[in-house]
Nanobody, 122 residues
Framework: QVQLVESGGGLVQAGGSLRLSCAAS????????MGWFRQAPGKEREFVAG????????YYVDAVKARFTISRDNAKNTMYLQMNSLKPEDTAVYYC???????????????WGQGTQVTVSA
């Protein structure tokens, strides 16, 4: 059983920054690609960023490129999402997930965290 626990969400003003963390249980974290998704009220869950098992490859949705950075520390079983220049439209619940294949489709992922709320005020 794999458990993913997000943290680091909160309320921030537009232009501010937050760093989300995703702590994973178990010894298999380093073997899998991982991703971040977000879901705003009334909207579908959308892909935000993905990272390969070794951290060498990263992928972003166009809306967050140059503002967000995904990274991971396999020694700590933890993945991160550094979010800079935040905008009100970034407001959502952010989820981390483990990928079986690919990055941008939620159906590629088998384990999900419970989510952390990010609210960006104008």
């Amino acid at each position: 059983q794999v458990q993913l626990v997000e943290s680091g969400g909160g309320l921030v003003q537009a232009g501010g920054s937050l760093r989300l963390s995703c702590a994973a249980s178990g010894r298999t974290f380093r073997s899998y690609a991982m991703g971040w998704f977000r879901q705003a009220p009334g909207k579908e869950r959308e892909f935000v960023a993905g990272i390969s098992w070794n951290g060498y490859s990263t992928y972003y949705v166009d809306a967050v490129k140059a503002r967000f950075t995904i990274s991971r520390d396999n020694a700590k079983n933890t993945m991160y999402l550094q979010m800079n220049s935040l905008k009100p439209e970034d407001t959502a619940v952010y989820y981390c997930a483990r990928s079986l294949r690919g990055y941008d489709d939620p159906r590629y992922y088998d384990y999900w965290g419970q989510g952390t709320q990010v609210t960006v005020s104008a």
